[in-house]
């Protein structure tokens, strides 16, 4: 890396409910491609834009899946950042706030086009363009609703496969007590069960 670029972080900011092969896939082919130094993956509460937060555990039990899915994996962090801001946590706060502490990083958030088709509706979204770089993974979505935004300097479409795992799927199968090697790290697997996670 030069060391006259600055460092480039990617936040990948979710609630992570539960983390699973989805989110450790995509975060190794961000560094893997190198397309960012370092990958900080960051535990939200609830999202402004879901009005329930009936399936959402603790903050503190997603945060401790998050570090037991990415122990090992180079070049990421795993950041309960959000867990001290204002609520509701809004991503613009969050990268100012990073921002503020990190002056000398290039950040880069990372979202999925389903997020992008709503991205208007996103506290100061166009702050979010101005300062900041915008990195958009495949994801099953209304495209076309995106389409214009796409075209925005600031925006650049990642090449990463789509990988089809949902957080809410993955827990209608721990309440049905269905397989879930394919989807989750064993490690987390593990905590789920010894937490009784979810099989409410």
Same mark, same amino acid.
């Given at each position: 890396?030069?060391?006259?670029?600055?460092?480039?972080?990617?936040? $990948?900011?979710?609630?992570?409910?539960?983390?699973?092969?989805? !989110?450790?896939?995509? +975060?190794? $082919? *961000?560094? @893997?491609?190198?397309?960012? &130094?370092?990958?900080? %993956?960051?535990?939200?509460?609830?999202?402004?834009?879901? +009005?329930?937060? @009936?399936? *959402?555990?603790?903050?503190?039990?997603?945060?401790?899946?998050?570090? %037991?899915?990415?122990?090992?994996?180079?070049? +990421?962090?795993?950041?309960?950042?959000?867990?001290?801001?204002?609520?509701?946590? $809004? #991503?613009?706060?969050?990268?100012?706030?990073?921002?503020?502490?990190?002056? &000398?990083?290039?950040?880069?958030?990372? %979202?999925?086009?389903?997020?992008?088709?709503?991205? &208007?509706?996103?506290?100061?979204?166009?702050?979010?363009?101005?300062?900041? #770089?915008?990195?958009?993974?495949?994801?099953?979505?209304? #495209?076309?609703?995106?389409?214009?935004?796409?075209?925005?300097?600031?925006? !650049?479409?990642? @090449?990463?496969?789509? %990988?089809?795992?949902?957080? #809410? &799927?993955?827990?209608?199968?721990?309440?049905? !007590?269905?397989?879930?090697?394919?989807?989750?790290?064993?490690?987390?697997?593990?905590?789920?069960?010894?937490?009784?996670?979810?099989?409410?």
């Amino acid at each position: 890396m030069s060391t006259n670029r600055r460092k480039r972080i990617g936040i $990948y900011s979710g609630s992570f409910n539960p983390v699973h092969n989805g !989110h450790i896939s995509l +975060t190794k $082919y *961000l560094l @893997d491609s190198d397309i960012v &130094d370092d990958v900080w %993956i960051v535990v939200s509460p609830l999202n402004p834009l879901k +009005t329930t937060s @009936d399936e *959402l555990i603790a903050d503190e039990l997603r945060l401790q899946m998050a570090k %037991i899915a990415f122990e090992g994996i180079r070049d +990421t962090k795993v950041s309960d950042v959000e867990f001290c801001l204002p609520r509701p946590s $809004y #991503t613009i706060d969050t990268l100012n706030y990073l921002q503020k502490q990190y002056p &000398d990083y290039h950040f880069f958030l990372l %979202i999925g086009e389903d997020n992008m088709a709503v991205f &208007d509706k996103w506290k100061d979204y166009k702050e979010i363009l101005r300062k900041y #770089t915008v990195l958009v993974y495949p994801r099953h979505a209304d #495209t076309n609703s995106s389409d214009n935004m796409l075209r925005h300097t600031n925006i !650049h479409k990642i @090449d990463a496969p789509y %990988i089809d795992i949902s957080s #809410t &799927d993955i827990r209608h199968r721990i309440r049905q !007590h269905l397989p879930l090697t394919d989807v989750l790290p064993k490690s987390v697997i593990d905590f789920i069960i010894s937490n009784k996670l979810y099989d409410n």
